[in-house]
């Protein structure tokens, strides 16, 4: 029962806000009107000529807020603000309902009070006031809408990156990396502690970038190397990597953690679906001022390319692309490959780091 109540009173609160602010413009209006055709001197005795002025202003502040408030929600729903033409139809929209509204106020006054009648000064100046406390509002309304979105934007901006971060401590890796060095510690200790260094420096990495936005796809690929190399000591000789990323396109900015979860899938599906050999692949080049990275393996490959399905079933596929698009908006594309995935990222005006086409390394 208390809970219900504590969800009704935000609500019963907005509503006495809302009509204690047309109350406020109504009495506003009726006085300056009062004081403007009458004079605020002839009060004592021609105060019913004031109620009346503010009384009419109410129900002229009624109509034209109702009217402008249902403009707003059936603009939002159908108009999204994404351009400057949306912005356009916004306005336009709401001039053509505060027009209308104030028209509809005024037929009604005259159909409620046939001896309803006013001066067209009174009209015009009145209209004029209307109009310009209708575009205030809306403007601080949409002001207000804008910054909740800003604010729901970067609450799930930092829930991505909180996201990410749980996604890359993953249990079960932890769990083989360990198995891994344990076996390695007895046999082949130089070995050992070279895993361990490799997973020291990836969970470094992994903290630093739940802090920092951007990396460079020389981070990012330093990153999936280790990761791959932590792997090769659990697979042995059933994993190859292969990573083939040029110099000039290394200092190319992108979200933090992109690639590791990519090369994790692959090692997953990957090496992970089939007892044979598996190659792990890491591909960057430049194609029409796009970056196009790809991390392919020679695994059973997707059962499908359609990337919705693929995310629907809660990979960490569906973790980067929502970083792709906090970072890039809409100008980063994620497609799948039958042996893995591509993205296509823009390269902005970063420069281009001296050294040409890099060297292709293998492992394995």
Same mark, same amino acid.
């Given at each position: ?64 807020? %109702? ?247 809660? %990979? ?49």
């Amino acid at each position: 029962m208390f809970t219900d109540i504590r969800n009704t009173l935000p609500g019963v609160r907005r509503l006495g806000q809302q009509i204690g602010l047309m109350l406020g413009v109504a009495l506003l209006i009726g006085t300056f009107l009062f004081h403007v055709w009458t004079g605020l001197g002839e009060l004592p005795e021609r105060w019913p000529t004031l109620l009346w002025n503010v009384y009419f202003s109410l129900v002229y502040t009624v109509i034209i807020f %109702t009217s402008v408030r249902v403009a707003i929600a059936v603009l939002r729903a159908h108009v999204p603000l994404r351009s400057r033409r949306d912005v356009a139809l916004h306005v336009g929209g709401l001039s053509v309902t505060t027009v209308g509204a104030y028209g509809l106020a005024t037929a009604f006054c005259r159909v409620l009070h046939p001896a309803f009648s006013v001066r067209w000064q009174v009209l015009v100046i009145t209209a004029t006031i209307t109009f310009m406390v209708s575009l205030i509002w809306s403007a601080f309304s949409y002001m207000g809408a804008f910054y909740r979105q800003l604010r729901k934007a970067e609450a799930a901006r930092y829930e991505a990156r909180l996201e990410a971060l749980r996604a890359q401590i993953n249990p079960h890796f932890l769990f083989n990396a360990f198995n891994s060095i344990a076996a390695l510690v007895r046999t082949r200790p130089d070995e050992a502690e070279m895993v361990v260094e490799d997973l020291s420096d990836l969970f470094r990495y992994t903290l630093r970038a739940s802090k920092d936005d951007a990396a460079t796809l020389a981070q990012e690929v330093e990153a999936a190397r280790r990761y791959l190399a932590v792997e090769k000591a659990r697979f042995r000789d059933r994993l190859t990597v292969t990573i083939d990323v040029p110099d000039r396109l290394r200092s190319v900015s992108m979200p933090s953690m992109t690639l590791q979860p990519l090369v994790e899938n692959a090692v997953k599906h990957g090496v992970g679906g089939t007892a044979d050999a598996c190659t792990v692949t890491v591909m960057a080049e430049e194609i029409d001022d796009m970056l196009v990275l790809r991390v392919q393996d020679t695994g059973p490959g997707f059962s499908t390319v359609d990337l919705d399905d693929v995310l629907d079933e809660g %990979t960490g596929l569906a973790n980067v692309r929502e970083r792709l698009r906090l970072f890039f908006g809409d100008a980063a594309r994620m497609r799948l490959q039958a042996q893995g995935v591509e993205l296509r990222l823009p390269l902005h005006d970063e420069e281009a780091s001296p050294g040409g086409r890099g060297a292709v390394v293998e492992a394995g």
